[in-house]
């Protein structure tokens, strides 16, 4: 998934357009900083994921 696919399916339902695009922005930076299979951790989610590329892989227990 892309940063902004992540943000568009968990994060953007209720949120002003601004407060979305802020959350896409953040995510894009933060994506920017990971080396190639870096690990983001996102405890509201309750997830995983691994960068990949442009996108992230998001992983399962097995995989962690």
């Known amino acids: 998934m892309t940063p902004d696919k992540i943000i568009d399916t ?3 339902d ?3 357009a601004e407060e979305i695009q ?3 922005d ?3 930076d933060m994506h920017n ?3 190639e299979g870096g690990t983001w951790i996102c405890p509201a989610l309750g997830k995983i994921f691994e ?3 442009d996108e992230f892989k998001e992983l399962t227990i097995d995989d962690a």
């Open 10 to 12: 968990y994060f953007s």
């Open 14 to 16: 209720g949120l002003p």
């Open 22 to 24: 802020g959350n896409k």
């Open 26 to 28: 953040w995510l894009r």
């Open 33 to 35: 900083t990971l080396k």
């Open 51 to 53: 960068k990949k590329g």
